[in-house]
């Protein structure tokens, strides 16, 4: 099984009242770090969604807070697929800081939907194949 490594410095903006990430902007971080893997596999979103074929919606989105991420941290993201499906897929975001620590948790499910009948359709094949070097299992 393989990780993808994406990182990022907490930006002043993301951080609430008390000094650390607000709870929501982690799912920024956490889709900025899917967006980067997708283009590393040559699934450039933007030009996916202009191409009208096909879309992959978040349908679902958890998360879990461990330590607090402060403005100014450096912080890196392991992504990992936990689950690859016909048309679907979980994915998983560790939070790390740079002395090791897990901050977060994040997962998302998306599914891949056909544009034109915006009914679930398979994943396709030669991404489905780039995308099993990060599945689990």
Sequence with gaps: MKYFDYSFRVPMHHVDHAGVL???NLFLHAHDAWETFMHSLDAD????????QWRIPIVHAEADY?????HGDEV?????????????MRVAYIFIDRDGEQ????????????AVTNHSSEIPADL???LQEYAAG
């Design 45 to 52: 979103l933007a030009q996916l969604i202009e191409a009208g």
């Design 76 to 88: 890196d993201v392991r992504l990992q697929i936990e689950r690859l499906g016909r048309s679907s």
């Design 128 to 130: 489905r194949i780039r």
């Design 103 to 114: 901050l977060a948790v994040a997962r998302t499910t998306h599914v891949f939907v056909d």
């Design 66 to 70: 461990t330590l607090p991420m402060r």
């Design 22 to 24: 607000f709870f929501a």
